[in-house]
């Protein structure tokens, strides 16, 4: 349990699935394997060469979520573990018996349907089953060691559902983890960062521009006349409008630009190492793409649009460090006095 939570701390956010890269699936495995070397040393001693041991669940587990490769590296590293332990007639059939379980729970996963605890129960009894019968070859007289093999029928079946039900939990728990964390930074309209987002970014930008001195801009863009396509046709209308608004702009951004619906109809564009001229240039290519595009309302209307947009920027050694935002704010506003659908900054408007 305790290898099992620090494996899963580690790569948590490279958990091991059945469409991980292979480096992944490389990695599971040998950490699976080095868990069943360990197991190997904390086991029964049946008689002077032979063990028994719970070195076959992380076999099992790491087939569970990630198929065949991780399964048989596991495999071939608890058996080169094996024969560092001793090298004699059981170590023989312990590679033997490793084989036939990384190969049979290979193909269990691949071709069982049904639940996931119906197919965990199904890799646990078969292991077993290979793990019993290796048992009766290496062991003389079987009925001598009887109370040994139902000890450690018991042991793989309580601490393999137990290890199931903590591996599920670690894993369903980080994935919560990571979903609260993404919810928390995106608006769950449009998928774009959120205004706490907004404001994280853009503290960030301003302060690499200043160590790096650069310039950097920021392009604030509203949607004209926004409440009329609530109360004309809904809001459903208008969500849906904001949605493929903000898909039209993800595809007109930079790589590296930061688009956020800052609330409401209001969209932000960070623009690291952008000059004030770019920001203007990409604000036009924003305006008018939005004005030539056609949004689709859910009765199959198609409706256009315009957006006005407000343009500011930080050149090196600029001292409105803390104005740039407010800057950006006024030049919207001033787009929406001067008639709308224009881009615009302290000091002039332009519809490019």
Same mark, same amino acid.
């Given at each position: 349990m305790s290898f099992t939570f620090v494996w899963h701390q580690l790569f948590r956010k490279k958990r091991l699935t059945m469409t991980s890269p292979i480096p992944i699936k490389v990695l599971d495995g040998i950490l699976a394997g080095i868990l069943g070397i360990i197991l190997m040393h904390y086991s029964i001693g049946v008689n002077d060469m032979t063990i028994l041991d719970l070195r076959h669940i992380p076999v099992i587990l790491v087939a569970f979520y990630g198929g065949f490769l991780p399964t048989i590296i596991s495999a071939a590293v608890i058996i080169a573990g094996r024969f560092f332990i001793a090298v004699n007639f059981s170590s023989y059939v312990a590679l033997f018996m490793m084989l036939a379980i990384a190969i049979g729970s290979g193909l269990i996963v691949r071709y069982m349907k049904g639940s996931p605890l119906k197919r965990w129960t199904v890799l646990l009894l078969y292991s077993q089953l290979i793990f019993s019968i290796s048992l009766y070859i290496v062991v003389d007289k079987y009925a001598e060691v009887l109370d040994f093999a139902l000890f450690h029928v018991l042991s793989t079946l309580i601490g393999g559902f137990l290890t199931l039900y903590f591996v599920d939990y670690i894993r369903k728990t980080s994935e919560r983890y990571y979903q609260y964390k993404e919810n928390a930074q995106r608006d769950a309209l449009t998928g774009l960062y959120n205004v706490r987002s907004f404001d994280r970014h853009y503290n960030r930008m301003i302060k690499e521009a200043i160590e790096e001195n650069e310039t950097c801009a920021i392009c604030l863009? %509203? =949607?004209?006349?926004? @409440?009329?396509?609530?109360?004309?046709? &809904?809001?459903?209308?208008? %969500?849906?409008? !904001?949605?493929? !608004?903000?898909?039209? !702009?993800?595809?007109?951004?930079?790589?590296? %630009?930061? !688009?956020?619906?800052?609330?409401?109809?209001?969209?932000?564009?960070?623009?690291?190492?952008?000059?004030?001229?770019? /920001?203007?240039?990409? /604000?036009?290519?924003?305006?008018? /793409?939005?004005?030539?595009? &056609? #949004?689709? +309302?859910?009765?199959?209307? @198609? +409706?256009? +649009?315009? =957006?006005? =947009?407000?343009? *500011? $920027?930080?050149?090196?050694?600029?001292? @409105?460090?803390? *104005? +740039? #935002?407010?800057?950006? %704010?006024? $030049?919207?506003?001033? /787009?929406?006095q001067n008639g709308r659908n224009i881009v615009c900054t302290s000091w002039e408007c332009s519809y490019r």
């Open positions: 863009i %509203d =949607v004209d006349h926004f @409440k009329q396509i609530n109360d004309t046709y &809904g809001h459903t209308a208008g %969500d849906e409008v !904001l949605k493929q !608004l903000s898909e039209l !702009l993800s595809r007109l951004t930079r790589s590296g %630009d930061i !688009l956020s619906r800052n609330g409401g109809e209001e969209f932000s564009l960070l623009l690291p190492k952008c000059t004030v001229e770019q /920001a203007k240039e990409i /604000a036009g290519r924003v305006r008018e /793409a939005v004005y030539e595009h &056609g #949004f689709l +309302l859910p009765e199959q209307k @198609k +409706l256009q +649009l315009s =957006v006005s =947009v407000g343009v *500011s $920027a930080l050149r090196p050694g600029d001292e @409105k460090q803390e *104005s +740039l #935002f407010q800057e950006a %704010d006024e $030049a919207l506003y001033k /787009a929406k």
